[in-house]
């Protein structure tokens, strides 16, 4: 057999061999480049350019801005060349009213934080639009022609909060806001007005217009869940406690009352050996200020709630009560009869769930109660008893 070099048989086959070379493009050019193929990407997807307007996608936006600014320079139409197998740099370029911003006013345009040098090849740092209408809507406030009705509203409540009759509490994620009561957002105080008809967002959501009345003369129009996030990313944000507030607990409240939240108890459907056996006594105890449904929607995926579904086995609803400091309560009390288990989660890491407890829903009952009362500083929880007893 006739020896043949590698040369030799890639010549046979008539192909030729690929000298090993190495890129000479600056850090530029391949800037370039790479934000060039995103643009290529666009049109392969969509079938055509991307194009200019407040109501395109935020990326369709920067693609169309940055394919302008790529036609506009013969260096690049020079570099790009090879790389334009849709003829895009020869397309003239639509009229717009971004051609002439610097980058960061183009980011600002679109509602995105430029953080240093910023290049529109790397998209880094967007905030979502929904959110920026969310911060533009809380700032949308015009003069109250009728502030006259509620300066004394206003007054009133200051009085009460230099005496100690109202309070100011920090504003929980979704928590409730009705008709009547006053926040303060923005270092100022805010009163709900009126509350729109519900209706369904674009997502499903339920949502409605409020009409919010500042302290300061203006209003605004807005919508709830756009007030509620402003009120919770805000430090400063809080809700005023009414001074004619009803029952820590109850089954219903006063139109006056401020619902701060439900105590929940749970069961777990888990089919862990350690669980099935005890299933009956292991409980998760906590405090949410939104709805007990909407906290346990994804328990199945969740490790807090043991990778399993649950069952609701008890609420109780809470008004006027600082609700981290309740539930530091309950663990405080329970903590003798945490359960120690350890599972894997969905990535097969070693995970002790918190807030389950091996104790009977009578004895979370009388927790309850005695919060309610007062009295539950003097007892604690014998896990061998399965009761309170007060502290020796």
Known sequence: MVDISDDDLLAELGAAPEANRQSART????RIIAGFEDIIGFREEHGRVPQHGEERDIFERLYAVRLDRLRAQEDCRTLLHGFDRFGLLAIPSADSNDDDMDDDALLAELGMEPVGD????????VKPRAEVRA???VADRTPCLDFETFKPLFARVKEDLDR????????????DVKQGEFFVLGGQMAFVAALGDEFKTDYGRLDRRL???????????????????????????????????GPLFGEAADDEDLASGTIYVLRSKSDHPDVAAHRDLIH??????????????????????????????ATYKLFNINRTRLENVLHRVLSPARLDLTIQDRFGNPVKPKEWYLVPLHVIDEVVARVKDGTIKLYEYDPTAAMLRPFA
């Open 135 to 137: 911060a533009e809507e």
């Open 27 to 30: 850090p530029r050019e391949e």
């Open 284 to 313: 998760k105890v906590g405090v949410t200020g939104g709805t007990v449904d909407a906290r346990i929607s994804h328990a199945a995926f969740d490790s807090t709630y043991l990778l399993a579904d649950v069952e609701v086995v």
């Open 118 to 125: 910023v290049d529109l090849t790397e998209l880094a740092h």
């Open 211 to 245: 009409r919010v009345v500042f302290d300061n003369g203006t209003e605004s129009d807005l919508l709830l869940r756009s007030f509620q996030r402003a009120l919770y990313k805000d430090d400063a944000g809080r809700r005023i406690t009414d001074p004619n507030a």
């Open 164 to 175: 100690a009759a109202r309070e100011t509490r920090r504003f929980g994620e979704d928590a």
